[in-house]
């Protein structure tokens, strides 16, 4: 399971003045002249792109999808997966984007607000119509031990209460803890990420099941849950999943908005990431290998915590990982 960090350390953004380039000023300061050809021609060539410090975090889109789609998704003990829960679940579902995420994020992470005022701030504004109950029964929502789960448990639990349930949102800790409580029928529901659930429950770690498709993805997943006495409803378009982000200067100096067009416009950058990113295929590999991107320098920092964050901040690093939905890239 990956490291999620709870709260989020401030950014501290240094005054840095940085000369960049790429290919489109060839002749600006810090640029490299082009080569000459054995033919005498001059070859054109991309130039690195150095870092520019800046506050506003941005992540690049993964438009070749090298990262699977960790799509929010709710799981369910079977015997608790009736039409009327999945429905509401599904509403939830529904209503949930990316950016909305990261807004619930900063709410908690960085504007410290408790992930029960947060969610049901959410429900209220969402203005979701749920069908009401009487009597419909008890539903226990557990969540893993990390913020943003412990919120999307909140908004499932006033959702399902407003469906006429009596809820309770139980922290119970990492996969490992709350799966089998969850088989067991101990908790009833717990909100899931799509690939890595499906990754999860089928244990082989040579073959991948899931991809960058949340339709392939949720296609694999749906037998696997079965075949564990669970459910799933209908994924999010809210996805946490791994990213790779920048500063708005890098984009604005750059003019790149996509991973693919990084690799088109730079000739080198330097990345930054948790110590096994040169040898995870999500992380350095795949960027080589999938998008062409030249890596010029790694920084061994941390997985998308303060270390990673701060470091594109500050210009010490042009690329960074972080997770998508960190509420550090909020923009408001």
Do not use: H
């Amino acid at each position: 399971m990956r490291t999620r960090n709870a709260t989020l350390a401030a950014l501290s953004v240094a005054a840095l003045t940085l000369a960049g380039c790429s290919s489109s000023d060839s002749g600006s300061e810090g640029s490299e002249e082009p080569t000459t050809g054995a033919t005498g021609g001059e070859t054109a060539m991309a130039q690195e792109c150095l870092p520019v410090p800046g506050e506003q975090l941005v992540v690049l889109e993964d438009d070749q999808m090298l990262q699977a789609s960790d799509n929010i998704i709710p799981a369910l003990n079977a015997d608790a997966a009736s039409e009327d829960v999945l429905a509401a679940l599904d509403d939830v579902s529904a209503a949930l984007d990316t950016p909305t995420l990261i807004e619930l994020n900063k709410s908690v992470d960085i504007d410290r607000q408790t992930s029960a005022e947060v969610a049901q701030a959410w429900v209220d504004e969402a203005g979701l119509t749920i069908d009401g109950g009487d009597g419909a029964g008890s539903l226990t929502i557990g969540a893993a031990n990390f913020s943003e789960n412990i919120t999307l448990a909140e908004i499932y639990a006033d959702v399902l209460a407003m469906a006429g349930y009596d809820t309770e949102v139980r922290e119970i800790g990492n996969r490992e803890t709350y799966l089998p409580a969850l088989t067991s029928g101990e908790i009833d529901i717990v909100p899931e990420y799509a690939a890595t659930f499906a990754e999860f429950l089928d244990g082989d770690v040579e073959t991948a099941v899931a991809s960058g498709d949340i339709t392939e993805t949720v296609a694999a997943l749906e037998p696997l849950a079965e075949e564990n006495g669970l459910a799933v409803g209908s994924p999010a378009d809210a996805q946490d999943q791994n990213a790779f982000a920048v500063t708005q200067g890098f984009i604005d100096a750059y003019g790149v908005t996509t991973l693919s067009e990084l690799a088109e416009a730079c000739g080198g950058v330097v990345l930054g990431g948790p110590p096994e990113c040169p040898e995870r295929p999500f992380c350095q590999p795949g960027l080589e290998g999938t998008y062409g991107i030249e890596v010029a320098e790694f920084r061994s920092l941390d997985a998308g915590g303060p270390l990673t964050k701060t470091a594109i901040t500050s210009g010490e690093v042009a690329v960074g990982l972080v997770f998508s939905s960190d509420g550090a890239l909020a923009t408001s």
